[in-house]
């Protein structure tokens, strides 16, 4: 065995990986489920039922408990035969087959669960573990986000995303998320065990020794703690206080397998082969197939000049690493390292160099893997590459600018802004190129730099004029900063300058047809279609002026000219579902649609138009289903993340819509308006961090945008911080002191301060200088927040009289009459709600609610036809399975509450009712659960006489 084999060996065994609760054999962890799979896939029964499906489930949670995990994963597969969309079925098993070995099986239980509406906090965790567990760290980064959970939950899974940042190369975030994690919780242990295996890969000794140490202050007893302080110790040479340390985590747990290899590896260098052995020996008892327990075999065999069992042992770790899944293996540094070493050994240099090249590829400061890589050049007399790997990284041309511009290009494609406008920069000061000062600008407008990018869009476009794409790009964003004659002025000097170029001419009519001159842009239109009549630009834009001005036949009559030369043509198509939108014929415009998404793949927009008039139509599962597929084909479009998350909302997959919301802000980069949007939408999904996020990324583009100033004061009041608040809101009123944001602001302020007078003032302020609903609904809410529901309920009764075509003010009145106590009053306005909107799930909602206080036995009625119409919503469903318990029919009930409460189980009232029902039926241990969660956290249940006695009873 060569010298760098054997000097291999701190490196390979001192640095190791925090691993997660969950450590089964590699083979569980890669094969597949089949038996899962075919479980769900069995037709469901004619004598299927909600009421067996709820029967088994019960049953195989008292198998889980008791730790029969087939017999349990049997029964759950009845339960979702019976019913394949119960949510507490699909949930409990992915905990059983994790518990029993199947990730596969595991991951396709808890991914449909969170497919079906179960809360991603649920689920968090262990599809994590199950995610790493497979080698697949990205699915953890995109699919499990640490905001809008429990702060507790928050710390395991910034901890785990941390650890997934790690194991995908990108250390910088890793230490942001281990950092998040340590804010939230100081004396948390996991964030630290976790990040020094990072820091130790990263040569940064003292830093990973501070944090084992830190971690083993606080969890003493912890067998990962004290492992972590070992390989610290190990990688500093400290061999006997790392043996020291190595004992006290076997100590604390024996089948700890990182710990008990590094020990057998320590062992081997300070010359205790003996006792070496005993630790892998005791390994195959508990890991028969640990590579790097067979790697030191080998090395112990070597040293005994045993040549055969040498072979038999490095074959022995080529047989298992060799085999394993390549996307897993290549995050496993100590298992490819292991490989090479041993395929090396074996004389196999393609195939030791095929690992090398994968540990250099993620770890280009691994010096080991580097002289072992160059080490195999030299045999293989490839001198040339082992002249280059040996020397200096830095390449040659450092300063060269056309080098600058085409990686500054490549980052600009990419949207990586700042590096791209770090390198073009430095390009386009060294030659003064227009086109390199066209994409600094547009890398510059990318990075939220609004007038750098300006200015460069500027020199560029002065040096060389001719350059429309620069011109049109100038113009537009003259329009967005409302300098309308600047943009017409380089439009019209591009019109002069090539007058026979007819996208100029067009786009000079687009320009004035923005700012509001039809005529002028109706006359440009014209004039180009006099040169060509059959230019489609020009085509669109005049049957759009047509539409516009409801001349919707003569609209009809254009389209249907460029439809009889390509039926398919999607513009056209989509210009035709606008149409029809406009001219109120929804079927028609969904028709037209429908198909210009379905006919290409390159234009998101007829189906973004589609999904809002589906939820318009009250179609929200339709609308659900046509964002998912938009999404599919357009995975980094703003706009259609954006609408996935909107139908996600409007369905009541509030979590969901916070996983999309969280890609879409780096989508967004520092555009204000895009960043407004989602902190809006953050907010609407009970996000107030993300929101926070947006706005302060908005306002490092924009820093005096008002929309964005606002909704900074907003964000802060949600979050709790009174200072920050005060603050924003100074700074909005300042820089924009007689906006209608600001004063609307100073209204929602006092009113979340619980400030009833002052909101109140400040809202009938409003609503005299802008009459909306929306303000109207604000002083309402304001009167009934102040304890007078009924001066709420007599504004409403007077606003509905004066606003006879508002169909909001109704639905607000019947819920104040509701709120005042006026339940007759606001049962008879429910009824001509509902009889004008049949399938308005939330008044229908309301109304089963204010039925059910009435006794009514109409409410269950009206409670299921809810639930029908939005089976996904967390209230629909707790609403309905309420009702059942009061009426004495609890385990129908139970049915209702499990599924709400998985959909949201922030909301306290939700447990309140789960934990009564559970009571009743007698899960006394499941019901102090739920009652305890129920009052914890900030969706809390309200305190109630049934809630106090429910205490009494369970003994809280």
Same mark, same amino acid.
């Given at each position: ?11 390979l065994y ?12 590699? #083979?569980?962890?890669i094969r597949?489920?089949?038996?899962f799979?075919?479980?769900i896939g ?7 039922s ?21 017999a349990?994963?049997i029964?759950?597969?009845?339960a ?6 119960m ?5 409990l098993?992915?905990? +059983?087959?994790?518990?029993n070995?199947?990730?596969?099986g595991a ?15 649920e689920? +968090?965790?262990?599809l ?17 986000p ?8 928050q ?23 281990f ?6 919780d ?7 065990i ?11 000794v003292?830093? +990973? ?21 070992a390989s610290?110790l190990?990688a500093?040479?400290?061999?006997a ?6 004992d ?8 700890h ?13 300070l ?5 070496a052995?005993k ?13 790097r ?11 005994? #000049?045993d040549a ?7 074959a022995?770790v080529?047989r ?6 390549p ?8 298992l ?20 090398l ?8 400061n691994?010096l080991?893997a ?5 080490s195999?050049?030299v ?17 040659a ?5 056309q ?20 390198l073009?920069?430095?390009a386009?000061?060294?030659t ?5 000062n066209r994409s ?8 939220g ?11 560029a476009?002065?040096?060389n ?25 380089? +439009? ?14 067009n786009f ?7 700012s509001?001159?039809?005529?002028g842009?109706?006359a440009?239109y ?5 040169k ?13 002026l ?13 389209l ?8 398919n ?27 210009a998404g379905?006919?290409q ?19 929200g599962?339709?609308?659900l ?14 706009n259609?993340?954006?609408a ?6 409007a ?12 890609g ?36 490092q ?21 009174a ?5 924003a809101l ?19 302020l ?9 909101a ?5 302020k ?9 303000n ?7 009167h ?7 001066k ?10 004066s606003?006879p ?8 009145l019947?819920?104040?009459q ?9 049962k008879?306005?429910?009824?001509r709600?509902?009889?004008n909107?049949?399938?308005d799930?939330?008044?229908l ?15 269950q ?6 639930l ?7 209230a629909? #469903? ?19 509450l499990r ?7 922030e ?7 789960l934990?009564?029902a ?13 009652l ?5 956290g ?14 009494k009873?369970?003994?809280?």
């Open positions: 065995m060569s010298v760098l084999t054997a000097m291999s060996l701190k490196t001192c640095q190791q990986f925090f691993q997660s609760p969950v450590r089964r054999g590699i #083979g569980l962890a597949a489920s089949v038996a799979v075919m479980g069995l037709p469901v029964s004619v004598l299927a909600p009421e067996k499906a709820s029967s088994y489930y019960e049953d195989a949670l008292k198998r889980y408990e008791k730790n029969e995990m087939p349990a994963v029964q759950l597969k009845n979702l035969q019976q019913d394949s969309k949510l507490a079925a699909h949930l098993l992915g905990k +059983a087959l994790l518990r070995g199947d990730l596969k991951e396709a239980a808890f991914e449909e669960a969170l497919k079906q509406g179960v809360n991603r906090g689920v +968090a965790l262990p994590g573990q199950v995610y790493l567990a497979l080698g697949r760290p990205e699915a953890v980064i995109d699919k499990i640490a905001s809008g959970l429990s702060p507790t939950l710390v395991e899974v910034l901890t785990m995303r941390g650890s997934a940042y790690m194991e995908a190369g990108n250390n910088s975030l890793a230490t942001q998320s950092e998040n994690a340590r804010a939230i100081p004396k948390s242990p996991s964030p630290l976790a990040e020094v295996p990072m820091l130790l890969a990263a040569g940064k003292d830093q +990973a020794r501070e944090k084992a140490n830190k971690a083993v202050e606080l969890a003493p007893n912890n067998a990962f703690a004290w492992n972590m302080k610290v190990h500093a040479f400290n061999a206080e790392a043996l020291a340390a190595y006290k985590a076997l100590v604390l747990n024996p089948k397998v990182d710990a008990r290899v590094a020990r057998a590896a320590l062992l081997i260098d010359k205790r082969e003996s006792d052995r630790d892998l020996d005791y390994l195959k008892t508990v890991a028969e197939d640990e590579p327990a067979a790697y030191l075999r080998s090395v112990l065999a070597s040293q005994q #000049g055969k069992a040498t072979t038999d042992a490095l022995e080529t298992i690493v060799d085999a394993l899944p996307a897993w293996l290549a995050r496993r540094e100590q490819l390292m292991a490989a090479a070493l041993a395929h090396y050994g074996l004389g196999n240099h393609q195939k030791s160099r095929e690992y090249d994968v540990i250099i590829s993620r770890s280009p691994n080991g580097k002289k072992l890589l160059a195999i050049y045999d293989t007399k490839d001198f040339g590459r082992a002249q280059t790997l040996l020397e200096s990284l830095q390449r041309l450092p300063e060269d600018p080098v600058m511009f085409m990686l500054g290009s490549i980052n600009l494609s990419q949207r990586r802004y700042a590096q791209a406008t770090t073009l920069e430095k386009a000061e060294r003064g190129s227009p086109d390199m600094l600008g547009f890398s510059q407008l990318g990075l730099q609004t007038t750098q990018g300006q200015l460069s869009l500027e020199k476009f002065a040096a004029p001719s350059d429309t794409r620069t011109g049109m790009a100038l113009a537009m964003l003259h329009m967005r900063q409302g300098k309308t004659d600047k943009a017409m002025k380089i +439009a019209e000097s591009m019109v002069k300058r090539d007058p026979a170029n007819l996208t100029t001419l000079l009519g687009s320009l004035k047809g923005a509001g001159d039809k005529a842009a109706r440009a014209t004039q180009v279609l006099a060509d009549s059959a230019f489609p630009p020009s085509v669109l834009n005049l049957a759009r047509d539409i516009g001005e409801k001349r919707f036949d003569e609209a009809r009559r254009r249907d000219g460029l439809l009889k030369k390509d039926s043509d999607h513009q056209v198509l989509f210009e035709y579902g606008l149409l029809e939108q406009r001219a109120g014929r929804p079927d028609a415009a969904i028709r037209q649609l429908t198909k379905n006919v793949r390159t234009d998101p927009k007829p189906t973004l138009v589609l999904i809002d008039l589906l939820l318009n139509q009250r179609q599962e339709h609308a289903a046509a964002a998912k597929e938009l999404a599919g084909k357009f995975s980094t479009n703003l259609v993340q954006l996935l998350a909107r139908t996600h909302l369905n009541g997959n509030a979590a969901d819509a916070r996983t999309i919301l969280t879409a802000t780096r989508l967004a980069e520092f555009d204000p308006r895009s960043q407004v949007a989602i902190a809006k939408m953050q907010i609407a999904a009970s996000n107030p961090d993300g929101a926070a996020y947006s706005v302060y990324k908005a306002l583009g924009s820093p005096d945008d008002v929309a964005a100033l606002a909704l900074a004061v907003q964000v802060e009041a949600l979050r709790g911080d200072a920050k608040t005060d603050s100074k700074t909005l009123s300042t820089k924009h002191p007689a906006a209608i944001e600001t004063a609307r602001v100073g209204a929602d006092a009113m979340s301060r619980d400030q009833y007078a002052a109140i003032t400040g809202y009938r409003l609503l005299a200088r802008e009459e909306s609903f929306g109207a609904l604000a002083l309402v809410q304001a009934i927040a102040a304890g007078e529901p009924g709420a309920a007599a504004f409403l009764e007077t606003w509905v009289k606003h075509d508002d169909q909001m003010a109704p639905k607000a019947a819920e104040s509701f709120r005042a106590g006026q339940l007759a009053a606001a008879l306005t429910y009824k709600v509902i009889a909107a049949p399938e799930a939330v008044s909602n309301n109304y089963a609610n204010l039925l059910h206080q009435m006794n009514d036995p109409a409410a009625d009206i409670a299921e036809r809810a029908k119409l939005s089976p996904t919503h967390p629909y #469903g707790d609403t309905l399975g309420w009702i059942l318990v009061s009426k004495g029919q609890a385990e129908a009930g139970l049915r209702y599924e709400a409460r998985l959909r949201s189980p909301n306290g009232e939700i447990r309140l009712h934990a009564y559970l009571a009743k039926i007698g899960r006394k241990d499941e019901a102090r659960e739920e305890s969660a129920a009052f914890s900030a969706g809390r249940a309200s305190s109630s006489a049934m809630a106090t006695q429910l205490k009873d369970l003994g809280l």
